[in-house]
């Protein structure tokens, strides 16, 4: 019995190994053809030789052109392939993988040839099975498709394709690495005009090159220029154009809102100079001047005002005790022997009408809330202001360059 269970088992090993020994026999077999079916095209194609690269999942290999020495070498000698080469391009042949190195997409065509006809596209990053080469097109497998491509738009280097593919809808981000900062132009010349200064360190977004320029966009301003090529680096990171295009558009919009209202308060000022002198209330048929009060001027209304950081804010107050607004304006410039109206839509006319861009420190700046002015600082400097902004808060200096801010000044006047 125990020979008859031995019998049994050794007849099933056998039966299993002939089975295994028949599928791997098999699929050997498969591996033979396709093999040979590529070394019979690469045999075929000249101007293809076989190299191979390696990344984290083992060796790719890749058809890539000839050089012309090893051209003539093939074109001078009829021998046919040997043994030990077949066996090289064959193990080298068996996945020949790139990348489509494009940004955005470009077309297949059936035959090698720009006239050729466009059976498909192929998109930025795609890995592509390279079939053949000559004449500077690849014969490619993009998804079950064959066709054709330029050369140009394969590469071996998958991070090379994926940075092309990126660029299709993204910028780089790149940061100044010039000690004494970059010199933007309006365009990609060192004869084009200077249109502003990057320092060393500033954050940029790189919009594409031109010859030893290129175009960037810089600032909170998102503006464009143009800076040679040297003086940035890319920091690896990317930002949508999208998000830069919204961003663009925002800008623009606050400031034309912002030079609406300049020109509102520009109209007002005016109206209302011959109203109020800076040195009374009392009505004046002529336009306030700018005065020195021989305390400070613009500096002594800030230095006033800076002494009651952190006064709690009341509604009506004019003193230490507690400001509104305009009356923190009235009590520092009242300290420095200047007279100004009680209310702030009142003592934007008090003044002469300073643009924007000339603001200098005891400049008054006013914002509107949509109608006539609602709110009035006292500028400091470096586009900042101090003021007793609202219930609630306190005596605290702000950017006036918030994105609320810009669309609500309303403009500013000089009383000292």
Known sequence: ????????????????????????????????????????????????????????????????????????????????????????????????????????????????????????????????????????WYKIMDNGQAGYVESSYVTLDKAEAQDSAMQYDHYKKASVSATSGLTVRASGSQDAASVGLVNDGDNIIIVGTEGEYTKIIYGNDYTEGYVINSGIETTGEWIEKQTVTEEQKRVAAEKLEAERQERIAKANAAKASSRYSITDTSASASAPAAVSSGKGGGQGIVNTAMKYLGTPYVWGGTSPAGFDCS???????????ISVPRVAASQRGAGRYVSRENLQPGDLVFFSNGGGVSHVGIYVGNGNMIHAPQTGDVVKISSINTSYRLSHYAGAVRVW
């Open 1 to 136: 019995m125990r020979n008859l269970k031995h019998t049994i088992i050794a007849i099933a090993a056998i039966v299993m190994v002939g089975t295994l020994s028949f599928f791997q026999v098999s699929d050997m077999s498969a591996k033979k053809s396709e093999r040979d079916a590529k070394i019979s095209s690469a045999s075929q194609v000249h101007s293809m030789t076989i190299t191979s690269t390696e990344d984290e999942s083992g060796s790719i290999a890749v058809a890539l052109p000839s050089t012309e020495e090893e051209l003539e070498s093939t074109e001078e000698s009829d021998d046919p392939i040997d043994a030990e080469t077949e066996q090289a391009i064959a193990e080298k042949s068996y996945l020949t993988l790139g990348y489509a190195n494009v940004t955005g997409s470009t077309q297949l065509r059936s035959n090698p040839s720009d006239e050729a006809e466009v059976i498909g596209t192929i998109n930025g990053a795609d890995q592509v099975e390279v079939l053949e080469s000559t004449d500077g």
């Open 327 to 337: 009356g923190l304006v009235q009590y520092a410039c009242r300290a420095n022997g």
